[in-house]
């Protein structure tokens, strides 16, 4: 998966591209294929799979044998035909997403679970230390579970710093430094192996979390010896709404750290009844409850459609689809507030304008759906799986006739531009 490899640089386009730019684009696109293993509605641009992944076509299928098979027909047999395994199994095929041994991740939970687990865990790992540190403006949940989980560790404290001040923010009482690779917002990247490496000089844990930047830049975890990390799986990887998150825990901690919620499926030995808890070793440890198996199903299939799939041909096609996308922004002297340098960056594009709802509704009323993120920032994704150069060339000429002709003032903009 070319660990430690950074995207190849693209040059940021000044000139609008073309229809023919695009359709050239198109024409040597290593993962055109991948577009018809999807199901989008014909009339839609999805610029908002960096929010809820499209359906692949498999899922569907694979659902109903969960259900009608695994379920219906094997019953409770079908825990030893590979439902029990199913959080290590799928965290193996998580795994190389993400830079990780295919024996450090799980999946099961959500990502919010997942911070609550890893921060708790964390804090306790190191008694002398009594600090959680986070950048203001991050995702919101990663804030709030950060302070339920201060409030469960007597003595533990919660700081939440802008970006410009979290090294000076480092010192010897911090536990864990929480960061969000790639901003939900701005699409801005943290640089993963300088963070990691200030923070483990400081002696704290490194936190990080994914959920935007899995499947859409190239990750290498243990390149960076970072500690711990979660991650959502139905924005980039397509598992479905609320489908199962992952957990990532460095070999080195696994068996040093305890999860606080020490359930049963994290038990030595689950089945024999035990009254006193024992925490199993490896990444079974952090697994609380009963896997649920229906969600777990659509992931597994939509996790097996990235095997062998180049990261770095993932992250080279959005930096193009972005520069699509920048260029019509420039025409429009719009303010874009994601960096121009891929790298520094994950695979959505954002604007701030000051009518960025009603432009929003409006090209969405025109078939391109995109979202709106508080108070005025205008938010497109870009899934290289799924979204041809074509695509994104469309949906930045429907977003030039919208701010062009002020469509967005009309209450009636429903009626659809026609781009040929
Ligand atoms: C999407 C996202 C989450 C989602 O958490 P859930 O527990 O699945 O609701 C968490 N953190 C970040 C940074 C995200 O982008």
Not at 115 to 121: G, T
Not at 144 to 165: S, T
Request: charged letters at 20%.
């Amino acid at each position: 998966m070319g660990r430690g490899q950074t995207p190849d640089p693209v040059l940021f386009r000044k000139e609008p591209v073309t229809l023919e730019d695009a359709r050239a684009l198109d024409a040597t696109d290593p993962l055109a294929a991948y577009r018809d293993k999807f199901a989008l509605p014909e009339d839609v641009i999805y610029l908002d799979g960096n929010s809820l992944g499209a359906l692949p076509k498999a899922t569907p299928a694979a659902l109903a044998d969960v259900a009608t098979r695994q379920w219906g027909n094997r019953l409770i047999r079908s825990w030893n035909e590979g439902w029990i395994e199913a959080p290590q199994r799928i965290g193996a095929k998580i795994a190389p997403l993400i830079g990780a041994a295919p024996d450090e991740v799980i999946i099961g939970d959500t990502t919010s679970t997942h911070l609550f687990k890893a921060l708790v865990a964390g804090l306790r790992s190191n008694p002398d230390r009594h600090t959680v540190i986070s950048e203001a403006g991050n995702f919101p949940t990663d804030l709030h579970i950060a302070e339920g989980a201060v409030a469960c560790v007597p003595g533990a404290r919660l700081k939440v710093v802008a970006r410009e001040n979290l090294a000076a923010a480092l010192d010897d009482d911090t536990a864990v430094l929480l960061l969000t690779h790639v901003h939900y917002k701005t699409s801005d990247r943290f640089d993963m192996a300088a963070w990691t490496a200030r923070a483990r000089d400081a002696g704290a844990l490194m936190l990080w979390d994914l959920s935007h930047s899995v499947g859409a830049v190239p990750i290498d975890l243990n390149g960076a010896n970072a500690d711990l990390a979660v991650g959502c799986t139905y924005k980039y990887l397509n598992g479905g709404p609320g489908a199962p998150a992952f957990l990532y825990v460095a070999k080195r901690w696994q068996d040093a750290l305890a999860s606080p919620l020490s359930g049963w499926m994290g038990h030595a030995a689950p089945f024999a009844f035990e009254d006193t808890y024992r925490p199993a070793l490896g990444m079974k440890r952090w697994l609380a409850g009963t896997p649920a198996m229906l969600s777990t199903g659509a992931l597994e299939t939509a996790l097996d459609l990235w095997a062998g799939i180049d990261q770095h041909a993932v992250a080279s096609k959005s930096a193009q689809l972005f520069d699509i996308l920048a260029a019509a922004g420039d025409a429009l002297g719009l303010d874009c507030v994601s960096p121009r340098d891929p790298a520094k960056r994950g695979s959505h594009i954002s604007f701030r304008h000051p009518h960025a709802y009603e432009i929003t509704q409006a090209l969405i009323a025109c078939g391109v759906i995109g979202d709106f993120r508080d108070p005025d920032i205008l938010r497109l994704g870009l899934t290289p799986l799924y979204l041809s150069h074509e695509d994104v060339w469309r949906a930045g000429k429907i977003l030039r006739d919208t701010v062009e002709t002020e469509s967005w003032r009309d209450p009636a903009y429903s009626q659809r531009l026609v781009v040929t």
